[in-house]
């Protein structure tokens, strides 16, 4: 597989107190494929996604060494605008957390922050993402209805569409379908595998079978360690490492 990358990793250490999350983590992840984080719980999955668009530095006591690059750019340089990464990237959360607004403001509320006033333009960005997210055909006749009272399934895609209308490049998901039931994961996981075609996408999973369903690439970590990262069909095939052997295969959790 090549592999170009928007996000390059290199020495990443993060601590919390005297507390080691993450140990010198080097990695490329690969551009337009979906990269799926697996590991044990409490490897630090969550934390080395949220170090991609800093989200690590609303944590107290949190001190990151290292470097992360995004589109060259090192996004832990002390001269880096956060905003500016952060704008780069969607996240879907574990749970959906729609704002306390109409559907149709909800999708327009990143654009009027980047200041477009455009109605024209503001409808069809509303209308092509949600036609992306899967939501349109469900929603089209209520886009004045509060967003609150969409499914939480319905929620998550929503909380996708708005994510996307402010055109990053590069989406990631921290355990995106945990909250959901089975149906309304597919619709994820299926809005996901097309997505890839024009962003970086980026999935924390503790299913394995989710991962080998959607994932391209794949990144085990362990007490946090990286101990393996490559093609999905290779590592679930015939992985190097015995930890990720073990792993796979059930004996450790």
């Known amino acids: ?3 170009t990358s928007h996000i390059s990793i290199r020495n ?10 993450l140990k010198d983590i080097s990695l490329d992840i690969p551009d337009r494929k979906i990269t799926a984080i697996i590991g044990p719980s409490g490897c630090g999955k969550t934390t080395l996604l949220k170090s991609m668009n800093r989200l690590v530095d609303t944590t107290d006591e949190i001190e ?3 470097e992360i690059y995004v589109d060259g750019e090192n996004i832990y340089d002390p001269k880096t605008e956060v905003t500016h990464i952060r704008r780069k990237m969607g996240l879907l959360s574990q749970k959906p957390q729609v704002l306390p607004m109409s559907i149709y403001d909800n999708i327009a509320y990143g654009p009027r922050i980047h200041g477009l006033r455009n109605k024209k333009k503001l409808n069809e960005i509303v209308e092509h993402y949600l036609r992306v997210s899967g939501l349109w055909d469900e929603v089209k006749d209520r886009l004045s209805s509060p967003a609150s009272r969409l499914s939480v399934g319905q929620q998550q895609r929503l909380c996708l569409a708005r994510g996307l209308a402010v055109e990053p490049e590069i989406i990631l998901g921290d355990e995106p379908t945990s ?10 996981e299926r809005c996901l595998q097309q997505l890839k075609a024009d962003y970086t996408v980026v999935v924390v999973t503790h299913i394995l079978r989710q991962a080998k369903r959607i ?5 085990f970590l362990y007490l946090g360690e990286l101990v393996e990262h490559g093609p999905a069909a290779e590592v679930f095939a015939n992985p190097r ?11 450790i959790s």
Not at 12 to 21: A, C, D, K, R, Y
Not at 179 to 188: K, N, W
Request: glycine share 8%; charged share 20%; aromatic share 4%.
């Open 179 to 188: 909250a959901l039931d089975p149906q309304s994961s597919q619709h994820v």
């Open 12 to 21: 990443l250490n993060v601590s919390h107190g005297q507390t080691e999350i």
């Open 215 to 219: 994932a391209d690439y794949i990144v």
């Open 1 to 3: 597989m090549e592999l």
């Open 241 to 251: 490492n015995a930890r990720t052997r073990s792993y796979l295969t059930g004996e």
């Open 64 to 66: 990151v060494r290292g």
